[in-house]
């Protein structure tokens, strides 16, 4: 990668990121174009190869890119300081609504990344998956207490659970536009209190 790149400004960066990440949101990877990307971001496609040095480069840099932001939106939100794993997901699923305010589609791509099976990327996007979103990582930045929960549950299970069903909201309800941050988090709230009726040991047992 060029670190040219990171002389821009940080609005054509900005620009650049966004486009990728529309792009290889709406098609597999090897059907993105690659000339879509650098005309929706206003630059030319050999420009755009100037700063990467080839399709696989700008895209596992987007995919990083978004990991990077992620953690830091989930940081800021406080999300792994909770010790009550319902008000770490709430909060975990706020910041990412708010992060799609500055890059609308970066949930619709990392979601395509995630089941993307091109031999070009597939490696190193499953390298990728194993350092951030499993929960054997997350587990260790959580500060939960098992005995909170119903005799012999699956925490694994239940995380895995919780995990998919938000990330299958947000997919579902960004690929019509932008979503409505107001609606999201009613309906997350309503999403986490039935976890907690689920999963929550009820007093005596």
Not at 99 to 115: C, G
Not at 119 to 134: M, Q
Not at 152 to 158: P, T
Request: charged share 30%; net charge negative.
């Amino acid at each position: 990668m060029n670190e040219k790149f990171f002389n821009l400004s940080e609005e054509k960066q900005l620009s650049i990121i966004n486009a990728g990440y529309r792009v290889f949101a709406e098609n597999s990877y090897r059907k993105s174009p690659v000339s879509e990307i650098a005309a929706e971001a206003g630059i030319s496609k050999s420009l755009l190869f100037h700063y990467f040095r080839n399709k696989q480069e700008l895209y596992m840099y987007l995919l990083e890119y978004a990991a990077k932001t992620t953690y830091s939106y989930l940081s800021d939100y406080k999300c792994y300081e909770q010790q009550d794993i319902f008000e770490m997901m709430l909060r975990g699923l706020t910041a990412k609504i708010n992060m799609m305010k500055k890059y609308p589609d970066i949930t619709r791509f990392t979601l395509r990344a995630y089941y993307e099976t091109d031999p070009e990327v597939i490696d190193d996007i499953k390298a990728l998956i194993g350092r951030t979103a499993s929960f054997e990582v997350n587990s260790n930045k959580m500060k939960i207490d098992p005995s909170q929960f119903r005799e012999g549950l699956d925490l694994e299970m239940m995380y895995n659970d919780m995990y998919y069903a938000s990330e299958g909201y947000l997919w579902e309800n960004t690929r019509s536009g932008i979503i409505d941050t107001d609606k999201a988090e009613r309906d997350f709230r309503r999403m986490i209190n039935f976890w907690r009726e689920q999963y929550l040991r009820k007093e005596g047992e």
